[in-house]
């Protein structure tokens, strides 16, 4: 199989609200009130734990196919922490993003022990979103001239 590409665009509706396509689909964001929002959609941050654990799902049941064994259900729970100073531009060592992930995989199959650990090793291998949170990934700001 080729390179997938995938893309995104949008447009900002306010501060805080962007409104963004991707292929025929509308992806609201918007930032809580505590965050000056109006709370009308999951934040930025909050994106990336729903594509992560989508992707752990997609992942989850194709490994289970190849491993032989039917995966009924998955249930999967996120959790991070944000220290939003940098955020806010108040000077910190803190990175503006997660310190880190905790994320708990709760399969529902009939599979022994040994394979589901063999099931988990080789979901955390293939889930794309898993790579780019783990690695590096090289990232391009630029900015354009404005209309």
């Given amino acids: ?3 997938l590409t995938f893309s995104l665009a949008g447009k900002s509706e306010s501060p805080t609200r962007f409104v963004a396509r991707a292929r ?12 000056g929002g109006a709370d009308s959609a999951a934040n930025p941050v909050e994106y990336i734990l729903a594509g992560f654990a989508g992707c752990l799902n997609v992942v989850g049941h194709l490994v289970a196919r190849d491993l032989g064994f039917e995966l009924h259900r998955l249930e999967v729970s996120l959790q991070g922490d944000i220290d ?3 955020f806010l531009g108040q000077a910190t060592e803190q990175r503006a993003g997660y310190q880190g992930l ?3 995989l709760t399969p529902h199959a009939d599979a022994s022990p040994e394979i589901l650990a063999l099931w988990l090793q080789q979901v955390t291998d293939r889930c ?3 790579d780019n949170l783990r690695q590096q990934t090289p990232v391009s700001l630029v900015l354009s001239e404005t209309v």
Avoid: G, K
């Avoid at 025929?24 to 965050?35: G, K, R």
């Fill in 84 to 86: 939003p100073a940098r």
């Fill in 102 to 104: 905790q994320v708990i």
């Fill in 1 to 3: 199989m080729s390179v």
């Fill in 128 to 130: 794309p979103v898993h």
């Fill in 24 to 35: 025929q689909f509308e992806i609201v964001v918007d930032e809580p009130a505590a965050l």
